[in-house]
């Protein structure tokens, strides 16, 4: 089942935070986000396994609610080159093959 | 460098016509991937293939064929009977090592395949 990804767009100006959420019904496993540019491949940022860790790339940080099935991504004083699309993915069991993309959000920096 | 290389980049199919798109990577990866994928609808899993000479199907299998007679090969054929094959369509591979869920995904650029 798809994981539902909020917003669904969002513009921010230069310097400002924005945080995207990837939800899920159905228990997850583990969740990997990704940033892709328009025509471009998709880019891997991070994975977080269940167990509520927090992980960070420069200011690009994430978050893995096991309880709520939710992940969250926080980015902090964007920058231009953080415009795109980004995607989570979700493995929903140790036996899941299946890496379940959601519709992603797309985001726009402005200067 | 390792990479995943998709060829060719654009491709046009007439009604009728089977077309086959390229995916080969040197990684050394034993997990290769086909997603197709659509203005809004995020990343659609096609076929996937754990190790050579075996494949599942994805969400969206009909239509499409897949080989996997090298480790390094995952050639995708757009059939006939896919009769909206108009997106972009993208390969990618991971390494088996670690549990399922932790090994990222490495993805090629992509082909973008419309009707003529």
């Known amino acids: 089942q798809q994981p539902v990804q909020s917003p669904q767009a969002v513009i921010l100006r230069e310097g400002e935070d924005a945080v995207i959420n990837c939800s899920s019904s159905?228990?997850?496993?583990?969740v990997h986000w990704y940033r892709q540019k328009h025509g471009e491949a998709p880019v891997f940022l991070m994975i977080?396994?269940?167990?509520?860790e927090q992980k960070g790339h420069e200011k690009i940080s994430a978050s893995f609610n096991e309880k709520k099935q939710q992940s969250s991504l926080y980015l902090t004083a964007s920058q231009l080159s953080y415009s795109g699309t980004y995607f989570c993915g979700t493995y929903s069991g140790a036996g899941s093959y299946q890496l379940t993309f959601g519709k992603g959000t797309k985001l726009s920096v402005i200067p | 460098d390792g990479g995943i290389t998709q060829s060719p980049k654009y491709l046009f199919r007439k009604e009728g016509q089977n077309v086959t798109l390229s995916c080969e990577q040197n990684?050394?990866?034993?997990?290769m991937y086909w997603y197709r994928q659509d203005p809004g609808q995020g990343l659609r899993l096609i076929y996937y293939?754990?190790?050579?000479?075996?494949?599942q199907k994805g969400d969206i299998a009909e239509g499409y064929s897949v080989s996997r007679e090298k480790k390094e090969s995952f050639p995708l054929t757009v059939t006939s009977a896919q009769k909206n094959p108009t997106a972009f369509y993208l390969c990618?591979?991971?390494?088996?090592?670690?549990?399922?869920?932790?090994?990222?995904?490495?993805f090629g650029d992509g082909t973008r395949l419309s009707i003529l």
């Open positions: 990684l050394n990866h034993d997990a």
């Open positions: 159905k228990a997850l496993y583990s």
């Open positions: 293939s754990q190790i050579v000479n075996d494949f």
């Open positions: 977080l396994l269940k167990g509520g």
């Open positions: 990618a591979s991971k390494t088996a090592g670690g549990g399922r869920g932790n090994q990222p995904q490495h």
